[in-house]
């Protein structure tokens, strides 16, 4: 390209663009950016100084109540309590499942790529219609997995799922782990396909074992990826909704609510404006930190 | 000898990798039988697990309905938001490439922002929409769309145009053409399989959300997946919708993610791997 074809497309209004390129290129999207960014923020900080709720519709200052309320409210620190439970019970159990995956479609085998690409079919449902399917598969009449289970058992089995105290856990954790192991397996795959092979040559040649091998040589490959792989799954499960909305609505009684599903009764059935904005608030801030904390950690900015 | 181990293994691996495929395979199958199902079929007592014969009623249902514009309203809303996320989001992440604007700062606040759970943010929006009267609009869910696909969209290709050789874009420049000119005729063809790959991914994200249409929407642009749980009721479920519906939405996101297989390690883990 030369400077005559540069004069010939020159329209009139290239010189502005020309000298504002910057400004001009960053600009809309930071702005379109600040309205989650910045507004969700600001906006509910100042309302939860504020006391609306569906009775009242005071907007004058108000002060700390909602913020001394969120002390006292066990059921906020309920849902914190089983947020992490659902996040530590099953994020091990993904990672680990995904690796063992992995591991063994590592190797070379013919039709690789079908299986893998029926495998991570999961993954990319809607978490919604994933809850939705599985509340149709623990259905205790006509689901398919009570008849599974009878037939181990021996006898009919008529579990109620995703009613029963005991089984509502198992149940959002099957479907989590169900929709999330493939996450793990594909990205992990791909880390463990990128493992340098001399190095695995010198650990075999220097006698190490499969586990010696992967705990010297293998992980310490893969963590960067794997870092990146828990980082974006641990995030997904703190704010974790769409499945529990599906299988439980955070039942029986608040048995599973998480902060998510906690903040939108608040929110949007309760209509507790000021104090859903002030754990709004809380929660955005405290994400925030873990997240700017975990960024420099992880490393995925490179 | 150690060709038969060899062959015995791999043999053994097909046979788990086959296992593992029908075990998480089985609830998506599950799904898509129901909706080929008869109501006897669906209420049977023990399941009924292939349908006796194929038939579309239930979809049939959905169009006579019409049900199926929650699916066009996902369409519409999902496409807009990823045309506009990927013309904003590219622009801004040549800068941050090329430029290096704002620093690593910047990038990372932009990509922190896709971190924060969409409840606590989507409260102040729904606060200020129902002030502007924007709540249950398609330019109200567009914009947030937008807004939130931002951050995807800027840090995938802000990772696809650091991939290619910055010499063409040097000696473009050297050759007396303007920064906008190397943007539109050196850096989008060359970034253009990242483009696609990203603008796939945004728009099945969108397609895929739930927890923004609850809160945002009514009754003008239900999304297909608001539209699956209002078929959940207190005491008897509409299975049979439930399931086409679902499937009316899932099939399109399969097929798609068929066709771009190539890009999803990368597109899923955020750039973390280059697949």
Known sequence: MNAASYSKAAGPGEGFVERHFKAFTLGPAIFVLL????????????????????SEQNTSFSGFIHYARLFQDTRLWQAVLHTAIFTLIALPIELVLGLMMAQLFLDRMPGRQIFVALLVLPTVVSPIVAGATWSLMFDNRFGPINQIVGWFAGQPMPLLWTIKPTLVYPAILVCEVWQWTPFMFLILLAALSNVDQSQLEAAEIDGAGFWR??????????WPVMAVAIFIRALDLARL?????????????????????????????????????????????????????????????? | MSAVRSYRSLALRYIAATALTILFLFPIYWLFMISFKTPDEIYSVPPTWVPANFQFKNYAVLFQDGDVTAVWNSFVVAGTSTVVAMFLGTLCAYSLARSRSGG????????????????????????????????DTYGGVILLYTAFNLPYVIWMMRGYIMDIPIELEESALVDGCTQWQVLRRVAFPMARTGLFATAIFTFVFAW??????????????????????????????????????????TLPVFIVVAAMQRYLVRGISLGAVKG
């Open chain 1, 35 to 54: 309205l989650i960014g910045l507004f969700p923020l600001v906006y509910s900080l100042l309302v939860s100084f504020q006391n609306i709720t569906m």
């Open chain 1, 213 to 222: 091998t992967f705990f010297k040589v293998v992980l310490p490959a893969i």
């Open chain 1, 241 to 302: 909704f769409d499945i529990i909305w599906a299988l439980t609505r955070g039942g029986p009684g608040t048995m599973t609510e998480t902060i998510s599903i906690y903040s939108y009764t608040i929110g949007f059935q309760q209509f507790e404006t000021s104090y859903t904005a002030a754990v709004a608030f809380l929660v955005i801030v405290l994400l925030s930190v873990i997240v700017t904390i975990a960024l420099k950690r992880v490393g995925i900015t490179r």
């Open chain 2, 104 to 135: 690593a700062a910047l990038a990372n606040w932009i990509i922190s922002q896709r971190m924060i759970p969409p409840i606590a943010v989507v409260f102040p929006i729904f606060l200020l929409y129902v002030w502007l009267g924007w709540v």
């Open chain 2, 208 to 249: 895929n959300d739930f927890i923004f249409a609850l809160v945002l929407t009514r009754t003008e642009v239900t999304t297909y997946t608001v539209q699956v749980t209002h078929y959940f009721g207190g005491q008897s479920n509409f299975w049979a919708k439930i399931s086409a519906m679902s499937v009316l939405g």
